[in-house]
Each structure stands twice: as structure tokens, then as C-alpha cells.
């Protein structure tokens, strides 16, 4: 079964300093791109950017710092369930949520969805219940997700070979079509979502880069390399799962590569 993929555009930031995050300029501008998959089991909500409580109450939720420095540009018509709306679907055809993480920026939809169930790492969930440095209490923010009902938490152990990857054992929900890919590094459960299609793969990589100019290995990006050195929680596994990346984006196999932040690919898909 193919699955028809929705990509969707759930915020923009708009931070000081373009070349901390492989931009020029003087401010950088980064989306949240998140994806929708219309499957046999309902709606999936991979990522899902900022929700609605985080743009009716900033501060009460992201914190001073993110609101003050975050560069986000309120907008609540780009929150995930008013696109889904747009679309034609109900909130309630969104029946799971697939997490690569739970940085604000990729889990303040989460409660825009009681009734859907999260699948998600068992070690980020446990990192973000801890938020044990300063680190983990920049970036996770628990009031987007405390009171949410339903998980599912995988262990991240490792399954089937996928490349020169592993999928993580015993998430089988959709066929084998849809597979959890442990790319940790930036965070200690940071994983990419793997959607089948006609001819190969769509590889959502979550934070595991922030720039497409970073798939080639030739092209030097030191400023925003010491950025994601410094959100890093092992930025020795964060550099050897990047390099795994270019890899396949320079193989011959037939992967569509993405990240979460980069508007130049969701542009790619926006045309």
C-alpha cells in the first residue's frame, strides 16, 4: 500500500544570526516541516510543530527566553489542525502522531490532539521527564504534552538492517511501510520517520540536519556545525548519523531526503 504524504508548513522562526543556522543574512528564516500521511489506520501527524496554546500564550508555555529570542512569527493558521481543517479532514481522523523528538518546535501540536496516540522513543520521553540540565529545560517545554493520554513507547532497540541504518524492533503498525529509524545524537531518543513509496523512500530526518547544503560533505558549514554542537547531547553520534545521512543522499538509491527546518525543501514540495 502507498500512502498519500501531505506536507505541511506548522511555524516559522525567524532567529538572529542566519549563519548559526546555514543561512545568510542576519536573521535566519526556519519552518517546522511536518508531514501527513493519509493510511488504512487513520491520519499520521509526523512532527507537529508549534499548536495553538503556543501562540496564544508564548511565554506562558515556550518561556521568556524562546519568546524573546525564537524569532516566532504568530500565525495560527499554520498550526497543524487548522491545515488538516483546511484540507478537509477532522481533527479527529488524526488517530497517531509520530514524534522525532519532543523540542518545543516539533511537539506543541501534541495537544491539539487528545484523542491520538504518540509514538515515540522511550528514551527522549524519559529525557524530557527528566529536563535534568539547563540544556533539556530550554528545549523541552512539558506543558505541550504532560497531559496527553495516549503513548506508545518504543524501545529503541535495533531491528532490520534499512540502508546503512537500523529500523528499531517491534514498531509494525503499518506494514513495514512506515519505520522508526534511531538517529540519536541531538537528543538522546532523536529518530527519522521512513515513508514507502512507489519507487523508493521518503526519509524524514527530523534535527539531524538543519540544511540541505549539508548532505554534501564537501560543503564547510562551521557556524551552524558549532550550533548543533552546542544543542547536541552526543554530538560524536549526532557527526556519525549525519555522515550515514550524506551517504545515502549521495547513493543511488532511490531516498528523498528531509529536514525539519529547512524552507528551501519544503519550497521543493510546496511548488
Request: net charge neutral; proline share 3%.
Amino acid at each position: 500500500m502507498i500512502y498519500k504524504i501531505h506536507h505541511l508548513h506548522c511555524g516559522t522562526m525567524c532567529p538572529v544570526c542566519g549563519p548559526l543556522f546555514g543561512q545568510n543574512g542576519f536573521k535566519a528564516h526556519l519552518v517546522c516541516h511536518c508531514l501527513l500521511v493519509e493510511t488504512d489506520r487513520g491520519l499520521v501527524l509526523i512532527d507537529t510543530g508549534l499548536g495553538v496554546q503556543d501562540y496564544l500564550h508564548t511565554r506562558a508555555r515556550l518561556g521568556r527566553i524562546i519568546e524573546k529570542t525564537g524569532g516566532i512569527q504568530h500565525n495560527l493558521d499554520l498550526t497543524a489542525i487548522a491545515q488538516i481543517q483546511r484540507l478537509g479532514f477532522s481533527p479527529r481522523d488524526v488517530k497517531h502522531i509520530m514524534v522525532s523528538h519532543l523540542d518545543f518546535d516539533h511537539a506543541g501540536g501534541i495537544s491539539d490532539f487528545p484523542e491520538a496516540t504518540v509514538h515515540i522513543l522511550s528514551t527522549e520521553f524519559n529525557a524530557a521527564q527528566r529536563a535534568a540540565t539547563l540544556k533539556d529545560k530550554a528545549r523541552y517545554k512539558s506543558a505541550q504534552f504532560k497531559n496527553h493520554r495516549y503513548w506508545n513507547f518504543i524501545e529503541p532497540a535495533q531491528g532490520d538492517s534499512w540502508f546503512n541504518l537500523n529500523c528499531v524492533q517491534g514498531f509494525n503498525l503499518f506494514h513495514d511501510e512506515i519505520l522508526m529509524i534511531p538517529l540519536h545524537g541531538h537528543t538522546e531518543g532523536h529518530c527519522g520517520i521512513a515513508i514507502k513509496q512507489n519507487n523508493g523512500w521518503l526519509f524524514f530526518c527530523g534535527d539531524a540536519y538543519y540544511s540541505h547544503r549539508q548532505l554534501n560533505p564537501d560543503i564547510k558549514l562551521k557556524a551552524l556545525n558549532r550550533t548543533e554542537m552546542l544543542f547536541a547531547v552526543d554530538n560524536k553520534l549526532r557527526l556519525e548519523n549525519l555522515h550515514k545521512i550524506q551517504q545515502l543522499a549521495q547513493s543511488e538509491k532511490n531516498i528523498e531526503l528531509i529536514c525539519a527546518h529547512d524552507p528551501v525543501e519544503l519550497e521543493r514540495y510546496s511548488s
